[in-house]
């Protein structure tokens, strides 16, 4: 974050964020969700247009499976969900935070133009919010 007091998703958004393709492995995905300590991860096509998401939660017992019972791994696009809350980069912090209250996500894909330009996620929600509240 700059110097600038946050205002915008925009301000706070990681734009080089984890992604997955639908065809990639789950455990390949579990491996990058640990890597960069993410709850789940934007699943985009060959043109970063955001189709669905998965989340630790969708595909934890099946990596168990995978484990335990030398299963193969399914791909992502046989448990990621298609329908995801988005947010965009110019929504207000704040707006975005009172939305949080109702909505369960922990990170929210920043979507311009069907395109993935970024991910938000609660805890930068919460640093933005006392960023502003100290100023």
Request: hydrophobic share 40%; charged share 25%.
């Amino acid at each position: 974050m700059n110097n600038k007091i946050p205002d915008t998703v925009r301000d706070i958004m990681s734009r080089d964020c984890y992604r997955v393709s639908p065809e990639t492995s789950i455990t390949t995905l579990a491996q990058g969700l640990a890597l960069h300590r993410l709850p789940g991860a934007p699943v985009v096509d060959a043109s970063d247009r955001l189709i669905g998401f998965i989340s630790e939660q969708d595909v934890l017992g099946r990596v168990l499976d995978s484990v335990y019972h030398d299963d193969e791994a399914p791909l992502v696009r046989e448990l990621m969900r298609q329908e995801v809350l988005t947010t965009t980069p110019n929504k207000s912090i704040t707006d975005l935070a009172q939305e949080m209250l109702g909505a369960k996500p922990k990170i929210y894909p920043v979507v311009e133009q069907q395109r993935l330009v970024g991910i938000v996620t609660r805890r930068d929600i919460l640093i933005a919010l006392l960023t502003i509240r100290r100023h």
